[in-house]
């Protein structure tokens, strides 16, 4: 069955430290992943797609299929990164050839000034 | 502009009465969902839609019902709401399947 894991519920850092969000996956297909951001009192958004390989706000996030994982890094956390983060891999669902993203349970980072 | 709202932002509802949560959106995309957000459990979906009238249940389906008569609009009806759905609910669009979502808002309800 397919299933995102975030073992960790909260996070915090101290501003300038290193971040490591962690997301382990389990999937039979081919897997596609993606990581989505929630600011305080915004809407989910996209923050990476790990075809794309690109980094955005400094993030960076590699797919490891050895690993199962897609972990999300940041060199330097900046008090601005404190959000909800969650992992979604897509996956193939039921009829019409249609694909969803499963997500998982999210992680809140929390940067200490 | 994200193109894509939800309304109501926040309804408060007794338990039984059944609620419509409107999804809209400005950008043309075929495909459309509902999830719920909850503590501890993340995004759940809910239903999905890959077109007018193309619609199926998702992980969380039982006590939901949906419509899409329109490609701009999807209705998330609860028929006879429980406190068990109180929960904040997202809708998203997206142009290819369970790529690319963009979200709404979200509608925050209580239901009491």
């Known amino acids: 069955a397919q299933r995102v894991t975030q073992p960790e519920k909260l996070l915090s850092v101290f501003k300038g430290a290193p971040v490591e969000l962690k997301c382990n996956y389990s999937y039979s297909g081919s897997p596609e992943l993606f990581w989505y951001v929630q600011y305080s009192r915004q809407r989910l958004q996209l923050l990476l797609r790990h075809i794309s390989r690109e980094s955005i706000k400094g993030f960076t996030a590699d797919l490891n299929k050895g690993e199962t994982s897609f972990h999300l890094k940041k060199p330097f956390a900046q008090e601005e990164d404190s959000a909800m983060y969650y992992c979604a891999l897509r996956v193939a669902y039921s009829g019409a050839g249609s694909y969803q993203l499963t997500f998982g349970k999210g992680t809140k980072l929390s940067v200490i000034p | 502009d994200a193109g894509i709202t939800q309304s109501p932002r926040h309804k408060v509802t007794e338990t039984g009465t059944p609620v419509t949560l409107r999804c809209h959106q400005t950008e043309n995309h075929r495909y459309m969902y509902w999830y719920r957000q909850d503590p501890g459990h993340g995004l759940r979906l809910i239903h999905y839609?890959?077109?007018?009238?193309?619609?199926d249940k998702g992980e969380v389906s039982d006590g939901y019902s949906v419509s899409r008569s329109k490609t701009e609009d999807f209705l998330l009806t609860l028929e006879s709401a429980t406190s068990s759905q109180t929960s904040v609910y997202f809708c998203?669009?997206?142009?290819?399947?369970?790529?690319?979502?963009?979200f709404g808002s979200g509608t925050r309800l209580t239901v009491v």
């Open positions: 998203a669009i997206s142009a290819q399947a369970g790529d690319g979502y963009t």
């Open positions: 839609s890959y077109g007018v009238k193309d619609t």
